[in-house]
């Protein structure tokens, strides 16, 4: 349990934990490449943990020091002896799915209760068009049971904007025969590819279709920037508070991933970019001054580009001028908890107008008030209601803020860093 006094002021320096789906990618892609590895600012997460875990009984080796992590591939992977647990990593389930379907063992994937109940239909229907055998609870979700087969290339248009989805067939195109292409419905974050590229992967794009042809992937060492996901919740608190000014440092700013950056601006938030590059995507620092924020729509082809980032945005739009409406954000029902309705009943407690729409939600700006806050066991809930918290008036309490570990073990503590002295305490 975290108690929050609201604050209303946050200045400084902050750099957020290392980016989560490179993190992912980087150590699932190298267990792949021809030869050794390392990652270098590696996220040290639950979620990542899963992923090396799950690689390690395939045989993969590895080897921790500090924050760097050294791979050495198991070519080809050997059979588990135990399923394979993902915890509650929605990106380990789908992408190692992928990978898995055209290797040459059989693997059970298993997640905690609340990755059980997410649909893995997606990826399911796609790889059995390119061959594979898998076998699924009724309804297509975890325990997926995969027996390795051989693979064929396929043409595959999205339904849904889906980057788990496209990289699932993506990675399964690695080990097909022929070429496999996956044809965008709107852009999603393109980390695999970009990184595909960089092994020396046959990949290609051409509009909204993407090719790749089987092929080895060569060793290459990585360096994660930070995640905008997770600095977004910096930005929010000082586009919020008043006379605030921060400045996150080394934040990946993939453009797949920077919609959370323009509709702060819309919304009237001061905002400055520096660009630099690394692992073959931008990132670089941003600084950001409060501002007198206006509500705003969001909606059709920005919302791929800030899915993650939309529990935030309504925070954002709590504090803000007039009324705020999002639209087309359907995938947000079907995280970690349903966050169009999670969000909504988190805000009402804390004294805002906030209701629900068959794919998103309407929220009246006004003046927050502290209550008692619940995370529903989802992280980005949990890490918004503690903004929110900070720029409410009054005292807060959050419950089941332990599930932040699963994507920003240092949350809080940059978070205090930016807020005065006191304004977080812990309880058991």
Not at 231 to 253: D, P, S
């Amino acid at each position: 349990m975290i108690k929050v006094k609201g604050c209303k002021k946050a200045e400084g320096t902050v750099t957020p934990d290392s980016d989560k789906s490179i993190s992912h990618r980087a150590v699932m892609l190298s267990a792949l490449a021809q030869g050794k590895s390392k990652v270098s600012n590696l996220l040290l997460s639950k979620d990542i943990y899963a992923t090396i875990d799950c690689l390690r009984n395939l045989g993969t080796q590895f080897e921790l020091v500090d924050n760097t992590l050294a791979i050495s591939p198991a070519t080809p992977f050997s059979q588990p002896k135990k399923a394979l647990y993902v915890g509650n990593s929605g990106t380990t389930a789908r992408l190692l799915t992928g990978i898995l379907a055209g290797q040459d063992c059989n693997a059970t994937l298993l997640g905690d209760k609340s990755l059980n109940q997410r649909p893995m239909g997606r990826i399911i229907e796609p790889l059995r068009l390119m061959g594979a055998d898998i076998k699924a609870r009724k309804g297509g979700y975890c325990p997926l049971q995969i027996a390795g087969s051989k693979l064929k290339g396929i043409s595959y248009r999205q339904e849904v904007a889906s980057a788990q989805q496209k990289s699932a067939i993506l990675l399964a195109g690695l080990h097909a025969q022929g070429t496999t292409t996956v044809i965008e419905k709107e852009p999603s974050r393109n980390h695999t590819e970009i990184m595909l590229k960089e092994m020396g992967a046959r990949i290609s794009t051409s509009g909204k279709a993407i090719n790749i042809e089987a092929g080895a992937l060569k060793a290459k060492n990585w360096r994660i920037p930070g995640d905008i996901s997770t600095a977004a919740f910096y930005l929010a608190l000082a586009a919020i508070c008043e006379g605030a000014q921060v400045t996150v440092k080394n934040v990946g700013l993939n453009p797949t991933r920077t919609g959370i950056i323009e509709v702060l601006q819309e919304m009237g938030a001061s905002l400055r970019v520096a660009y630099t590059q690394s692992c073959g995507e931008p990132y670089g620092d941003i600084t950001i001054r409060d501002g007198a924020l206006a509500g705003i729509e969001i909606g059709g082809s920005l919302i791929p580009r800030l899915i993650d980032e939309l529990p935030i945005i309504s925070v954002c739009a709590a504090f803000a001028q007039g009324k705020t409406i999002i639209r087309d954000a359907k995938e947000l029902k079907v995280k970690e908890s349903n966050r169009i309705k999670c969000m909504a009943e988190q805000l009402r407690k804390g004294g805002i107008c906030a209701y629900e729409l068959e794919d998103g939600l309407v929220i009246e700006g006004g003046k927050g008030k502290g209550g008692k806050f619940y995370s529903y066991g989802d992280h980005r809930i949990a890490m918004s209601m503690i903004i929110f918290a900070l720029c409410a008036k009054g005292e807060s309490i959050i419950e089941g803020e332990e599930c932040i570990d699963i994507s920003a073990p240092n949350f809080t503590r940059s978070l205090n860093t930016l807020v005065p002295s006191g304004t977080l305490s812990f309880s058991n």
